[in-house]
């Protein structure tokens, strides 16, 4: 009987230990209880009997939100513009899938299966809406749609605004994957087809072939005032003829998109924020072009500093452009009116966004993000790989990838930490060091080249056009310490530009590999030389390799080349300098940056999205790379793209590959698995390889 009562006792005193805990104030609600297993030996007509109690139920430790009606995200970095036909970032394209829609979108963490948007079904042969040559896509435009500015959505808007995007054009804009299928493969970019109708008159344009777009010479490539300066009948044509291409009829309530060739890739591009549908007649009245054939060309190349619409938005998705406070953070309000009555998708959200508001906080410094995410003042946090040791300890439910369902399963739960983690997905992003091989310096002022001369204090503008250096540079990368110290030992070395299971991929492909005695040889056999005919061996150099402020990855990039430098020769200073990313961006732009690290998400999952621009497109021609490169890349590209056959396709990007291995135009780095922090009290989170991973309107707080 004494055991039996000390036995009841003792649960008596656990228990109200266990309510106890219950009422303890904490910036959390929590409900805990704790296991308790009581042993105890009794004594039953002399013979001693284990007895074991029967413990309380767990019950798992409930999460909750101090503000359940905003989201914070807190991150580095910010938009370079909020005009969809120009962002070409993934800051930019967080606030624009959110804003802005698209006729069709992703099905939830699918990047090869798509539900309709603003489009009432996806096109497919099936339904009809697709031709039996694959050239012409029917669009069924949904009514009852309506813009922020409360405008009615028509198809004239959705046709207008993808003339808009193609016709604004650039090399530094996404519209080169709507170009391609329009006009024909090898059309990259507007300007080059009013370079074909000058040359070949504007009869000629349906009917070129990727071989005569090859031989031009691209000569009207981001030149506003060469393009200002056109035949004005030539550039009339030209924008008559893109009109062919996207016929809106708004009495039948159709969008019709008449391709040159067949273009496999179309819906998945379509699905990208660049496919956002903007208000035509808002357009006009902000300083937009107003679709009059006469004057498109005014917009050509036009740069997010000149864009009316780099902080002004009208979408008709599910959060308006409340505020952005250049600097410090992007506020969006949840758009009460937004048309959906039906789920996105199964299980999906409909109606108004659950989340009232979210903020976008630039919180460069990683410790105050951190401080904010420990206290509960953010629920998403960007985490760099070099900080996962200190956050992994808080995380108290890890969710795995599941290979065989292309998903993350369900969550473990492994303790009372306040953060869940989902991690190892594959990534369709990769950051890569980019050298540029003419540097411009405008009237001398390139201060990112010290004194311009190869006289140990700078170097010379061509500095990377010689090829050992640019192979000595590849052999100084230690790609062992980049993978285990930025990646958490979480990556792969990459072999080439596309992806391991893409067409172009060969696991025996040509690699450079860390070798610091091939390093110095290969500086030792450079041919360039200074004023005075001194050697890059002896004379050395002093450069600034440029990355965006707060991406700490990237800075140990630099940091590591620049350690491997100087222990080859002590001669070689390198000066690692974070910029802001929209001066990051614009830099680039301008190609007075001798070398930059960058990373590359691709827009759809195929090569021809990582060769174009690596090589031809956007990385390529911020690099300033060699012309007879650029023709021999660009045949193979197109080459490559137009090739149906997989076995064909990658005997093409094979021959590719040797031809960038032997030019050595960047230093391709490794592939690195995903890693997504949040606070428990979030729901709805999903991984989605093919665009920005905040798409609020799944999400929901408790």
């Known amino acids: 009987m004494r055991n039996k009562s000390l036995f009841l006792f003792s649960l008596l005193i656990m228990a109200s230990m266990i309510l106890g805990a219950c009422a303890t104030p ?34 798992e430790k ?5 503000d359940a009606s905003t989201l914070v995200y807190t991150t580095f970095g910010e938009p370079d513009t909020l005009d969809p036909a120009l962002d070409y970032e993934t800051a930019g394209g967080n606030i624009l899938a959110n804003v802005y829609e698209s006729l069709v979108f992703y099905n939830r963490e699918r990047a090869d299966e798509f539900v309709a948007a603003l489009a009432e ?3 497919s042969a099936e339904n009809g809406l697709i031709s039996e040559d694959g050239k012409t896509y029917t669009f069924n435009i949904r009514e009852g749609v309506t813009f922020h500015d409360g405008a009615d959505l028509t198809p004239s808007d959705v046709a207008f605004s993808y003339v808009r995007g193609v016709l604004q054009g650039s090399t530094s804009s996404p519209q080169w994957l709507f170009t391609e299928a329009y006009f024909g493969v090898g059309v990259d970019d507007i300007s080059v087809l009013v370079e074909a109708a000058t040359q070949f008159g504007l009869e000629a344009l349906p009917t070129l072939t990727s071989d005569q777009i090859g031989e031009l010479p691209g000569a009207l490539y981001d030149d506003i005032d060469a393009m200002v300066a056109t035949d004005p009948a030539i550039l009339a044509g030209v924008c008559e003829y893109a009109k062919t291409k996207v016929v809106a009829d708004d009495a039948a309530g159709t969008v019709t998109l008449n391709l040159q060739q067949a273009w496999a890739p179309l819906i998945s591009t379509l699905a990208g924020y660049w496919g956002a549908v903007m208000d035509q007649d808002w357009v006009a009245a902000n300083g937009g072009w107003d679709g009059d054939c006469a004057t498109w060309q ?16 009208n979408g008709t998705g599910p959060y308006m452009l409340d505020h952005w406070t250049q600097g410090q953070e992007i506020g969006l309000l949840r758009f009460d009116d937004y048309w959906r009555t039906e789920p996105i998708w199964e299980g999906g959200p409909s109606g108004p966004a659950s989340i009232e508001r979210i903020l976008i906080k630039k919180v460069d410094e990683w410790g105050t993000r951190f401080a904010m995410a420990q206290a509960g003042d953010s629920d998403f946090f960007t985490v760099n790989r070099e900080n996962v040791a200190q956050v992994d ?32 997905a594959p990534t369709v ?29 700078g170097i010379p503008v061509d500095f990377f056009s010689d090829i050992h250096i640019r192979k000595a540079f590849n052999y100084c990368f230690d790609w062992e310490t980049f993978i285990n110290d930025a990646l958490v030992g979480e990556g792969i070395q990459s072999i080439g530009i596309p992806l391991p299971g893409m067409p172009g991929f060969d696991p025996n492909g040509p690699i450079y590999s860390y070798d610091p005695d091939k390093c110095a040889e290969e500086f030792q ?21 440029a990355y965006n402020t707060g991406n700490t990855t990237r800075q140990t990039v630099a940091e590591i080349l620049g350690e491997t430098l100087i222990t080859i020769n002590d001669k070689f200073q390198v000066e690692v300098i974070g910029l802001p990313w929209p ?50 890349a660009q045949a193979q590209i197109n080459a490559g793209v137009a090739e149906t056959d997989p076995a064909a396709r990658n005997e093409i990007y094979t021959a590719l590959n040797q031809e960038i291995f032997d030019l050595a135009p960047q230093i391709i780095l490794a592939v690195a698995t995903q890693r997504h922090y949040e606070q428990r009290w979030i729901d709805g989170w999903y991984y989605n390889p093919a665009y920005s991973d905040a798409f609020y309107y799944a999400y929901s707080k408790k």
């Open 26 to 59: 904490t910036p959390e609600t929590i409900i805990q209880t704790q296991e308790v297993i009581k042993t105890v030996e009794v004594v039953v007509e002399g013979e001693t009997v284990i007895v074991t109690a029967t413990p309380e139920p767990v019950v």
């Open 62 to 66: 409930e999460f909750t939100s101090a």
């Open 121 to 123: 079904e996806v096109p």
């Open 298 to 313: 005014n917009y050509y190349a036009i740069t997010a500093e000149n864009s009316p619409f780099t902080a002004i938005t």
């Open 393 to 424: 300890p808080l995380v108290g439910e890890w969710c795995y990838y599941d290979a065989a369902t292309d998903t993350h399963g369900a969550c473990e739960v492994t303790g009372d930490g306040p953060f869940r983690l989902y991690i190892g």
């Open 429 to 457: 992003t990769r950051t890569d060091v980019f050298l540029n091989f003419n540097i411009n310096n405008p009237e001398g002022g390139n201060t990112f080249i010290g004194s311009g001369q190869l006289d140990g204090n």
């Open 525 to 545: 056999l450079a041919e360039l030389s200074g004023p005075n005919g001194e050697t890059v061996w002896d004379t050395g150099f002093r450069l600034q390799i």
């Open 583 to 632: 001066t990051f961006l614009r830099s680039q732009n301008a190609r007075t940056l001798p070398m930059f690290i960058s990373g590359w998400h691709e827009d759809i999952h195929d090569p021809h999205n990582w060769y174009v621009p690596y090589l031809t497109g956007l990385y390529g021609r911020r690099q300033s790379l060699p012309e007879e490169f650029l023709a021999s």
